[in-house]
C-alpha cells in the first residue's frame, strides 16, 4: 500500500514511521509513505495555508487552494482514495479500517485550526474523525489510521494469529491474557491457564472476554449478545 500525507507539520511523521511494526512493513516493502508539506504549495511571501473566516467568529480556517494544488500534484503521480481527518468526519473503526486496506493508494489530509474552507469536501472521498473530541489537528488521526490499516496488510504482522483472532475483535473486547511470573505478590494466574486443557481454555477465555465488554463497553453487546451466548455455550464453558 502506498500512502500519502498532507500536512503543515511533515516532522510530526518521523518517529511513529521511524519506528517498530511500521518501519519494518516499509523495510520490507509491504508500506510506503509519502509526506507532503502543504505549505510548498501556498502563494505568496509567508505562504500562509490559512485565513480569517467568512462571516466572522473565533480562529482561523485552512485555505482551498493550497490543498487542491498539493492534491493535483500528488495525484498526477498516483491516483488514491482521498480522506480528509476532521472532527467532523464519521467514526473510524476496524471496518473501516478493513475497507481502507483493501486500497492501493491512500491520501490523508491533515486539517488545523478551525478546519478546512468546506469547499475541499468536493475534491476529497471521505470524511473521517477518530472520535468524539477534538485534537489540535489531523496528524495524530492520520498516523491512528494508518497503523490501523498497515497492520492489516499481508505480511506486515508476524504472527498470522493476530488477524485471525480479529473477527473476534469486532464483537467482543480481548479477553486477558497472562505471562510469567504465574504468582506475582499473592495474585495468581487463573488455574485453568496452566491446566493444558485447551477447550476448557477457549471456553474460559470466551467467558472473561464477555464479561470484560458487559464492564467496558456494553454497547457492543446490544446486536450480538445472543449469538456469542449460543457461541460460549457450545465450547461447554
Ligand atoms: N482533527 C481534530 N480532531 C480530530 C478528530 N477527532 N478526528 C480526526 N481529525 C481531527
Request: a positive charge; one cysteine or more; glycine letters at 8%.
Amino acid at each position: 500500500m502506498h500512502v500519502d500525507v498532507i500536512t503543515i507539520f511533515p516532522r510530526m511523521f518521523d518517529s511513529v514511521l521511524g519506528s517498530s511494526i511500521l518501519k519494518r512493513a516499509v523495510e520490507k516493502g509491504k508500506l510506503s509513505v509519502k509526506v507532503h508539506n502543504l505549505r510548498d504549495y501556498a502563494e505568496g511571501r509567508h505562504q500562509n495555508t490559512d485565513d480569517t473566516p467568512y462571516g466572522g467568529g473565533a480562529g482561523m480556517v485552512m485555505k482551498v487552494e493550497p490543498v487542491v494544488k498539493c492534491l493535483k500534484a500528488v495525484e498526477k503521480k498516483k491516483k488514491g482514495y482521498k480522506i480528509l481527518l476532521t472532527p467532523a468526519g464519521k467514526t473510524f473503526d476496524q471496518k473501516t479500517a478493513k475497507k481502507l486496506s483493501g486500497k492501493k493508494n491512500i491520501i490523508l489530509v491533515c486539517g488545523h485550526y478551525e478546519g478546512f474552507d468546506r469547499r475541499v469536501e468536493d475534491y476529497i472521498d471521505e470524511e473521517i474523525s477518530i472520535g468524539d473530541y477534538v485534537l489540535t489537528g489531523g496528524e495524530i488521526p492520520a498516523m491512528l489510521i494508518i497503523d490501523a490499516v498497515s497492520r492489516l496488510l499481508p505480511g506486515v504482522l508476524g504472527n498470522a494469529e493476530s488477524i485471525k483472532y480479529e473477527s473476534f475483535m469486532e464483537e467482543l473486547l480481548d479477553y486477558p491474557h497472562y505471562t510469567r511470573p504465574a504468582d506475582f505478590k499473592g495474585k495468581k494466574v487463573p488455574a485453568v491457564l496452566l491446566s493444558g486443557n485447551h477447550a476448557a481454555i477457549a471456553a474460559w477465555r470466551k467467558e472473561e472476554a464477555l464479561k470484560l465488554t458487559k464492564k467496558n463497553r456494553p454497547d457492543l453487546l446490544v446486536r450480538t449478545e445472543k449469538k456469542t451466548r449460543t457461541a460460549v455455550r457450545r465450547t461447554g464453558s
